[in-house]
Structures are given as C-alpha cells and as structure tokens.
C-alpha cells in the first residue's frame, strides 16, 4: 500500500480579507458586472506585462478567440498549433472557422516543436499558436523566427502561465497577441475570467467590435462606428465579472513570489527523483523560468501505465489525474468521417478543408498521453518536507529502492 502525504498544499488561490476588499466593494456598490467592461485591472495587467493592449475579458477561450477574431483569422485559415493542450486551444480555433494544424512537441518537454512547426507551414497558414503547457514557456525565440520566416502570425496561448520568462522575459509580448486564462485554478486567479494581450491597437479594435460594450471604447473610435452604423449587439458576450477581476488585480502584488516557491520546490523534487528510475519530472529548458501551474511525471511503460499508477495513487494524497488522456486530434469530434453522435459544428469546415485528423501520427504527443498523469502544483510556499514525501511516494508507486 502507497504512503500517504501527510505535508498538504496551502489553500490556494489565496483570499485574504486584504485581497478581497476590492470584490467586496464591488458587491457592496451592487456592480456584479461593468458595461465598460474592467479597466482597472487592464491597466494593473499592463504595468505587468510592461505594454501591450490588453482587454479583459469573460474566460480565457474569450481571450483566444479575441485574438483569433481581431488578426481577422477566419474560415479556410490554417493555424498551426500543438495537439497536447486543454481542448480551449482548438475549440477557439475552430470556432472561428479556421483549421487546427498539428505539429509535434519536443521530446523532452510537451511544448511545440519549432522544426516540426516550420515543416507544417503552408500557404493557407495564417498563424502559430504556440502553449505554454503546465507554466513551462515554448522556444519562442525560434518559434518567431518561424513565423517572420513565413509571414505569419505569432500568438502565445499563456493560460498556465503567468509570470512565466523566456530569456528573462515574460511571456505574452513574444508573438503578435497572447491570451490568458484567469478562472479560479489558474496561477493568476478570479473567478473566471481571461485577457488578451494585443501588439497591434487595430487588431484589438476589430476584437472589440465583436465583444466590447460601447461604455468602454475610445470615445473617437466609438464616434467613428457610430457614423458607420456598425455599432450593435451582434457581441460574443465577452464581458467579464467586475468581482472576478478585482481578485485579479489584487493577485498580481504576490504572483511572483508564488511562482518562485513553485519552482523551488520542482527544483527540489527534481533533485530527489534523480536517484528513483523508473518517473521523470520534466527537466526545465535551457531559457526558461516556468512557473509550474501542473506537474507532470512520466513513468517508464514497461513497468506500469499512467492509469495503473493512477489506481495505486488515489488514497496517496497526491491528487493524481490525466489532463490530456487522449491527443485533441485523436478525439472522437475532431474525427469527421467516421463520427456517430450529436452534430458538431466544425465537422463541415474539417470537411471542406480535407484534412484526417485520424491519420495523423504525432509519435512525441502520443507517447505523453501513453506515459505522463499530471498533479496540481500550488506549493506558493517552500515546503522540502513535502517534496522529500512525494519522492517517497513516487518511490513506492515504482518500486524502486532508494
């Protein structure tokens, strides 16, 4: 029988009565929601990012599809991006009309391969969207010498990654746009919630068309619609809970500080499984500073499968899970031909573009589905104890011997 933890993650997100004065206030002054939408926060979230335009938004597929709707990628358009992902990725893409493109993942780290990336160009594609999966940054040096190579859009999905630098950079001001999820398990977290992050002021001026209240528009562009008669509610319901972002805000004074904690104890982990065979952490690319939202393990599969170690795990404390049990692109909706179910929207665009998902083989992103679970990573607090107990965990569920 598998040891149990008896070190526990700290509450998390954090909801002290100082964070929360500024949702109070919102609830006292009865505004649920703002027609002109949060900007507050936007301006709070610039500071952070150190530019940009950002508009927040309801949820982060809000923020994808912001980014998508204000680069004008539309039907028949092709974006390349990664099958090892939270289905939002895709299903924001697909809602758009445009065609997810697969490319592999590295080896080592389930990120974007540049080189499979660059090899998957072609003239229908109009962007990357590159994941920075479980808080871990993709190479976006070479994914955007990639896309200026070819003329394309760059976009960070960064939902799992806030804080999270790339050649002492953060992530977000990388490409051409990025998004971001902030609901309430997320490193930044409110309720639910998101924003995107614009280079290009025209590009988030065509999102808000789609989706931004006229209370909150630039009184001259507001102007300019209203003599185009183009302003009406034909919106995407994209405005968010004014409570959700005031705990957004609040949660940026103590982001970092959590996020290295976070890599502190994967570091510390890191360094005790190194004498277990048999379970791998993820090493950190050379580069990067992620900020850990997941942990993933991969285990050897000749000794046992992720679902065997998730049965041996469930009383272990540990909280194991499979976050992606079965590549987006093997999924029974994403598969046209030969589905039996209720109608799927995006079916008759994959059919016009002629693309088979089913016969795509991704070897790297298949392997991590057959060899990885996945835990919840909100140690915000140093905690080696811990981190020698989840080794002995580990241990145990491998049968090695230290």
């Known amino acids: 029988m598998i040891a149990k933890l008896t070190e526990s993650m700290p509450t998390y997100p954090r909801r002290s009565p100082e964070r929360m004065q500024g949702a109070l206030a919102r609830l006292q002054d009865q505004e649920w929601t703002r027609l002109e939408g949060a900007p507050d926060t936007e301006e709070a979230l610039k500071a952070f990012h150190g530019g940009g335009e950002i508009w927040y938004v309801a949820s982060g597929t809000a923020a994808l599809q912001a980014l998508l709707i204000g680069h004008e990628i539309g039907p028949g358009d092709e974006v390349i991006t990664s099958a090892y992902t939270w289905g939002a990725t895709i299903s924001a ?8 493109v697969f490319a592999d993942i590295l080896p080592d780290v389930p990120l974007l391969d540049p080189s499979c990336v660059r090899n998957s160009v072609t003239p229908r594609t109009k962007a990357i969207m590159s994941v920075h999966l479980f ?14 190579e070819a003329g394309i859009y760059l976009f ?17 001001r990388f490409g051409h746009g990025a998004a ?38 630039d ?15 034909l919106q995407l319901a994209m405005r968010p809970c004014a409570i ?12 970092d500080e959590e996020n290295a904690a976070r890599r502190e104890n994967a570091r510390t ?31 050897d599969p000749a000794k046992l499968s992720p679902a065997e170690a998730m049965e041996q795990l469930q009383d272990s404390g540990l909280g194991p899970f499979l976050y992606i049990p079965v590549p987006l692109h093997k999924l029974p909706r994403m598969d046209w031909q030969a589905y039996e179910g209720p109608a799927v929207f995006w079916h008759e665009q994959l059919k016009q573009a002629g693309i088979s998902y089913q016969q795509q083989s ?15 990573w909100n140690w915000i607090e140093p905690n080696p104890k811990a981190m020698e107990q989840i080794r002995d965990v580990l241990a145990e569920l491998v049968g090695a011997a230290l």
Not at 135 to 148: F, K, N, Q
Not at 156 to 172: I, K, N, P, T
Not at 244 to 255: I, M, N, P
């Open 93 to 100: 893409i697909l809602s758009v009309g445009a065609i997810p």
């Open 135 to 148: 808080g871990c940054p993709c190479d976006m040096t070479a994914l955007r010498a990639v896309a200026d």
């Open 156 to 172: 960070e999905d960064g939902s799992q990654a806030h804080g999270s630098r790339w050649q002492g950079e953060r992530v977000g």
């Open 180 to 217: 971001f999820s902030c609901m309430a398990l997320k490193p930044l977290a409110g309720t639910e919630g998101g924003y995107a992050v614009f280079e290009d002021a025209q590009a988030a001026e065509r999102a808000y068309l789609h989706g931004k209240h006229p209370r909150g528009l």
């Open 219 to 233: 009184p001259q562009r507001l102007a300019q619609w209203k003599d185009k008669d183009l302003l009406d509610a």
């Open 244 to 255: 959700g972002a005031e705990l957004v805000k609040s949660g940026l004074d103590t982001l």
């Open 269 to 299: 982990l890191r360094r005790l499984l190194a004498e277990v065979p048999g379970v791998e952490m993820d090493p950190e690319p050379e580069g990067a500073e992620p900020v850990y939202h997941l942990m993933s393990f991969r285990l």
């Open 362 to 376: 991704l070897p790297q992103t298949e392997a991590r589905s057959r060899e990885s679970f996945q835990v919840g």
